[in-house]
T-cell receptor, first 119, second 114 residues
Framework: GAGVSQSPRYKVAKRGQDVALRCDPI?????LFWYQQALGQGPEFLTY????????KSGLPSDRFFAERPEGSVSTLKIQRTQQEDSAVYLC?????????????????FGEGSRLTVL | QQQVKQSPQSLIVQKGGISIINCAYE??????FPWYQQFPGKGPALLIA?????SEKKEGRFTISFNKSAKQFSLHIMDSQPGDSATYFC?????????????FGTGTKLQVIP
């Protein structure tokens, strides 16, 4: 597609429910990132995929958060047993480059985000 | 820990004026400094970026000034327009495990009034 697509755009969950957020990156983009953006804050890194490999999951706040990208394209962020503090916008971004990076680059193309509200 | 500090949190500028947003970083491993612009309900989009071997970069009305010794950089928007009203994020990027890991500042909400 022309840009990064995320769904759903809005999700309301009751505390304790599981949610799944989908990201469809720009075709051919090797790198895929998930960020969490709290209200009035900057995006906070969650996890990074290079093709299907999850190379960095250091930003995932707890073991309730799980992400996958099984075929190296579409990615899903899953949050189990949601808590109120999980309420945020979850942003997905993709980038053309992978391991063979040209140093000093790294433009990220963001989707519009999935706004999660946990009641 | 906040690796990229951004100020001010909000900014009101009159049309035609200059908007200035400042950022500071601590980690000298950062090697790429982009600025992202975000409109309500949208994802951030790259506006302009600079490498640390350059002290200034200008693209149209947008200029980044970079001070490597002070570990500071700033965005200047000349002739600010109402259409520039958005939230601006500075960011810093470094190689981490074979990819560029981007860390964002907390954002500056800019309002340009007619």
């Amino acid at each position: 597609g022309a840009g990064v697509s995320q769904s759903p755009r809005y999700k309301v969950a009751k505390r304790g429910q599981d949610v799944a957020l989908r990201c469809d990156p720009i075709s051919g983009h090797v790198s895929l990132f998930w960020y969490q953006q709290a209200l009035g804050q900057g995006p906070e890194f969650l996890t990074y995929f290079q093709n299907e490999a999850q190379l960095d999951k250091s930003g995932l706040p707890s073991d309730r958060f799980f992400a996958e990208r099984p075929e190296g394209s579409v990615s899903t962020l899953k949050i189990q047993r949601t808590q109120q503090e999980d309420s945020a916008v979850y942003l997905c971004a993709s980038s053309r480059y992978g391991l063979a990076l040209k140093r000093g680059t790294g433009e990220l193309f963001f989707g519009e985000g999935s706004r999660l509200t946990v009641l | 820990q906040q690796q990229v500090k951004q100020s001010p949190q909000s900014l009101i500028v009159q049309k035609g004026g200059i908007s200035i947003i400042n950022c500071a970083y601590e980690n000298t491993a950062f090697d790429y400094f982009p600025w992202y612009q975000q409109f309500p309900g949208k994802g951030p989009a790259l506006l302009i970026a600079i490498r640390p071997d350059v002290s200034e970069k200008k693209e149209g009305r947008f200029t980044i000034s970079f001070n490597k010794s002070a570990k500071q950089f700033s965005l200047h928007i000349m002739d600010s327009q109402p259409g520039d009203s958005a939230t601006y994020f500075c960011a810093a990027s470094r190689e981490s495990g074979g990819y560029q890991k981007v860390t964002f500042g907390t954002g500056t909400k800019l309002q340009v009034i007619p």
